[in-house]
Structures are given as C-alpha cells and as structure tokens.
C-alpha cells in the first residue's frame, strides 16, 4: 500500500463527529466543480461514506465517487482535478485502478473508478443500507467510535479495522436486493 500512497503513511488522528446537516451542501458543491472541470468524462457523481447517511456519525471528511470511462487514463482526468485545486493521494492500478484525490484542507476525498466497477456499487449499497436500515446504522457508528479511540499510524489502517463490520452490512444490502444468492 505504501506505494499507492503518494507521500507516504501520515498519522492522523481518527475523530467521529456527530452527523453535520451541512455535509450534503458541501457534497454538492464539490459535485459542481467536478461536474465543471470534468464535464462529460464524470459519468457519475454520488455522495458516499458516512457524511452521506444522514444522523450517521463520522470523520469530517466528504467522501465522492466519481464513474470515468477508464480511470487508468489519468490524462483524461487528472490535469482538470489538479488545476481545480485537488491533490492526487491515491493511485492503485492493482485495485480496480481506483485513484483518490483530496482537497488541501483535507475535508473532501474523490475517489476515482471506471465505468462498471463492482466497488462503485458496493460503496452505494453500503450507503444505501446504512440509510435504510437503522440497526446497521448504529451498529457502524459504535464500531467506528470504538476504534476510533485507538491510536492508528494512519486512516487505511483504521478503515481495514473496519472491514468486517463494513463486508457484513453490504452483503445485507446485497441480499437484500437480490444481487447475492
């Protein structure tokens, strides 16, 4: 992973804030500008991760997917996001050629997937349930805040202490709309 990391590991302090009404007006201006500088290579622009589940605790950080036709061709996309001010933190060719970018303030991480991609679907089914479905809700809220009083040497360590809990509730979404046998 380190690899994927550009810039390396940074230890950052995990915090869990209570849900903020204000987060769906930040997607959506962060969804304007990527709209702009990307036109039509954004095929999809969804809100994702915890900001999105409204009355969800999570870190104050603004989580978009964003469906391209190829997001290995970096130079389809990569110039506008740069010139728009994100910063390229993410480049994973080995995982669904997923890219993320974040902003200076480092409130905003756009995630980058083509067209098709199995996780794109699994990160709306996640949002999706958590909506929903109430005991999943705050079964992810206490996971998060539990582990969230850890010290972790950085954020992808605390999201793979997550995994289990997060697999577990999107196979439920999953079944529940018949996707999964």
């Avoid at 999105?52 to 870190?59: F, H, I, P, T, Y």
């Avoid at 902003?103 to 958590?130: K, N, Y």
Wanted: glycine fraction near 4%.
């Amino acid at each position: 992973m380190d690899e994927a990391l550009i810039g390396g590991i940074e230890k950052r302090k995990i915090v869990i804030v209570d849900y903020d009404p204000r987060w769906p007006a930040q997607f959506q201006m962060h969804a304007e500008i990527l709209s702009r500088v990307l036109g039509r290579k954004a095929l999809t622009i969804e809100h994702v991760g915890s900001t999105s589940v409204s009355e969800l605790a999570a870190k104050p950080i603004i989580d978009i997917d964003v469906l391209v036709d190829d997001s290995s061709d970096e130079a389809a996309y990569l110039p506008a996001l740069v010139q728009a001010g994100y910063v390229l933190r993410v480049r994973e060719p080995d995982w669904h050629e997923h890219r993320m970018f974040r902003t200076p303030e480092l409130d905003v991480h756009v995630h980058i997937f083509s067209q098709g991609c199995v996780e794109f679907a699994r990160h709306l089914a996640f949002r999706d349930r958590l909506r929903a479905c109430k005991k999943d809700r705050l079964l992810y809220e206490s996971v998060k805040r539990k582990l969230a009083r850890e010290d972790w040497p950085d954020m992808n360590a605390y999201a793979r202490a997550k995994t289990e809990v997060v697999e577990q509730i999107i196979a439920r979404a999953l079944r529940e709309v018949g996707n999964v046998a």
